[in-house]
């Protein structure tokens, strides 16, 4: 399987300085990414994780955490969205980021252990 073989691989290729808007759990979600980005140039944002244990996770879990991917991962203004997975399987955490991909994202961050509540 080749993920993101689509998804603009040469996106971050280069010399160029890249500013990303990285999730912060409880503070940063789809409406403050949608603000955020009318008001300042970031590259890309990513989402607050989607947490994977044991199964490939609902398409409507993708959506509630990412509604950008119903936009071309993108969002009002432009700025595109990678969705985050946080989790400790690599089958799952494969098989969800496929899934992520095939729904739009533009690509995957994994986090395998982020301290969380």
């Known amino acids: ?9 040469h996106y971050f290729a280069g010399d160029d ?7 912060m ?5 789809s409406l403050v990414r949608e603000l955020l980005t009318e008001v ?4 890309l944002c990513i989402t607050e994780f989607v947490r994977v244990v044991d199964q490939l996770l609902p ?9 950008e991917l ?10 595109l969205v990678r969705v985050q997975l946080l989790g400790q399987f690599p089958q ?12 739009g994202s533009w690509g995957v961050d994994l986090n395998c252990g982020c301290p969380s509540k």
């Open 1 to 9: 399987m080749t993920i993101g073989a689509n998804i603009a691989p």
């Open 92 to 103: 799952w955490l494969a098989e969800n980021a496929a899934r992520a991909v095939e729904l």
């Open 25 to 29: 759990e409880g503070v940063l979600d």
């Open 40 to 43: 300042n140039d970031y590259d």
């Open 70 to 79: 119903q936009n071309a991962s993108r969002t009002p203004s432009g700025t």
């Open 59 to 67: 398409v409507k879990v993708f959506h509630r955490i990412c509604p």
């Open 17 to 23: 300085m890249r500013v990303l808007l990285a999730p």
